[in-house]
């Protein structure tokens, strides 16, 4: 019977969490805002969810939040429809393949829009405040 040692193991374990790193780092996060017909049923809702579901997992991505807003009035018609019903996936997917997801959802019956956005981190910074005039003053004296 063959014996690993800890140092083996030690080697496999950082090769495992190396390859996880690599892999995280080339996944990028996305924003997928899908708009939906809003006379669906609860249960064409929710098989609309599965093959977005289904589209990331093929595309070997993870979904990370789902926002569901529900029936929403939109900015302007489509399809002769003054509602929509909205869901808003927050995802990590490999960089080729947001188009691929996105081309495949618009070729659904009762998927009305969709919209994939690369998140930025600078837009989740938040500036800085200036300090006052008076307060700068009293710091350079």
Known sequence: MTRISSCTTSVIHDDILEE???TMST???YDLNVILDPG???TQIQSEKDAVEAQVARAEGEIVKLDEWGA???AYPIRKLNQGYYLIYRLRLPPSTPKVIEANLRQRD???RV???K????WHTLK???EAPSEAATAAD
Do not use: C, G, T
Request: charged content about 45%; overall charge positive.
């Open 40 to 42: 669906l049923s609860e």
């Open 27 to 29: 996944n990028a996060e």
């Open 128 to 130: 800085k405040k200036k």
């Open 110 to 112: 009762n998927v009305m």
């Open 119 to 122: 998140d930025r981190p600078e």
């Open 72 to 74: 929403q009035r939109l």
């Open 115 to 117: 919209l994939v956005v």
């Open 20 to 22: 996880r790193r690599f």
